[in-house]
């Protein structure tokens, strides 16, 4: 790739946004930022405000399928979670891949440049391998470089199928695919992946993968095996490759019950006492938290993702967000079950969220929101470079309109409150435009969603 440049009606270029910017690259890395100059010959014009490349910090991608139709009943999270239990063993390769490369290009229409992929649907029904046993990794690989954004895979160790006053549950149904046995057969999966994808290097689609880790919860994940989990990650990153850990925390009061009558320990503390806390993991959702939870995570440097419209759409509760922040913890979005697909909205359900919770308006500024949505959100996947229009960032860049009906009149420095998703009407993610006019370079993504979740739900 040559030497490329832009210039920018405005973007967002350190805590807001500044008039007039040029951005020249190389190679896919921006290599100068220049304020208040006008358009060269050579330069492509981003009108609007011009943001950093979006981080999805959460995503299960094949949640997707379940949009408008889990919403006609009422029920709880336990009753959803049946709901898409159900269609996982509707699954396989052919129609993972298809069911994620739609939904990641639809991510990408909304500006998202990266998703963390907690990923769990390993195996065949009852758990019956592959022939390769990451063939569903690789197919959300191979989704990711034909949308055009970047993929941290989240491979998720699941050993369980709940815990309950009396200890954990085994694997049950659809959850026998998640499941390896053991952590140490989880990490040997993931030690063969990270082979595969590190002798494919320079083939394009494995380019940019970072190979994440995750505890699905400490429901899923026996006490006694978090230390394997634990050695795993540490060896992995001794080898200075980003290794991100990720866990679903506190997402359901049931969770904090079970956990404190068996463990005698929130989940927080249980997952502090084994290690598993810090500024690589990621804490999602934390939901139902204690003082102390919010403390400990905070003092760990452990970051946050709240996925605001997941969580109202699931009854799961509010988050003290700002109480995390005000401790320690940087704070990412994610769009989890993908129920909408808007960082703006994310964003947005973070403040007014707390708005709710605490009665006071103003809780988070414009640029700490976009910090959650870009450099706080790409840091959580194992990219710290990413998420700014600085040089040596990744020329990753999405242009916002500020003359729809939605953002007319808005100030470019509170955007944020006005936009949606709609209003992205180009995207680049390394120096490669993906969208351009609204247009995903795929062609029509509604039809690419309808065709991949309609034979999923044929007959039932």
Known sequence: MSTQSWWCEQAWVGDGPVA???IE??????????????????????????????????????HRALRGRTQGGGGTFWSWRTRMYALTSRLGPSSYL??????????????????????????????VRYDDPNEMGLALVQAAADAGVRLTLLDTCYLAGGLGVGGHLPLDGAQQ?????????????????????????GEGPVDDVVVGTAVHSVRAVPRDELGAVRASVERWRSGRSPVPLHVHLSEQPAENE??????????????????????????????????DDVTTLGSASTTACFCPTT?????????????????????????????????????????????????????FSPHQLVTAMTSSGHASLGRPHAGRIAPGAPADLVAVRLDSARTAGSLPAQVVHSATAADVHRVVVGGRTIVADGEHVLGDVGSLLRDAIEPLWQGR
Do not use: K
């Open 177 to 201: 695919r998640f499941g390896d046995g053991d952590a140490d057969r989880w990490a040997a999966r993931v030690e063969a992946l990270r082979g595969q994808l590190a002798s494919r290097q």
């Open 98 to 127: 298809a069911l994620a490369r739609a939904a990641y290009a639809e991510m990408a229409l909304a500006g998202i440049t990266a998703v963390g992929e907690f990923h769990y649907l390993h195996h065949g029904p009852y758990g």
């Open 258 to 291: 079970a956990c404190q009558a068996y463990y005698g320990l929130t989940p927080t503390a249980l997952l502090h006492a084994e290690g598993l806390l810090g500024p690589e993991t990621t804490a999602v959702h934390a939901t139902h938290l204690t003082a």
């Open 311 to 363: 969580e109202r759409d699931l009854a799961d509760g509010i988050g003290p967000a700002r109480d995390l922040c005000d401790a320690g913890s940087a704070l990412a979005l994610g769009s989890d079950q993908h129920a909408v697909v808007d960082l703006f909205e994310e964003a947005r359900g973070l403040e007014a969220h707390e708005r709710l919770r605490t009665l006071q308006r103003g809780r």
């Open 20 to 22: 007039r910017v040029r």
């Open 25 to 62: 690259a190389d190679d896919g890395t921006i290599v100068a930022v220049t304020p208040n100059v006008d358009a060269q010959p050579e330069d492509e014009r981003l009108d609007g405000l011009v943001m950093p490349g979006l981080a999805n910090a959460h995503s299960h991608a094949f």
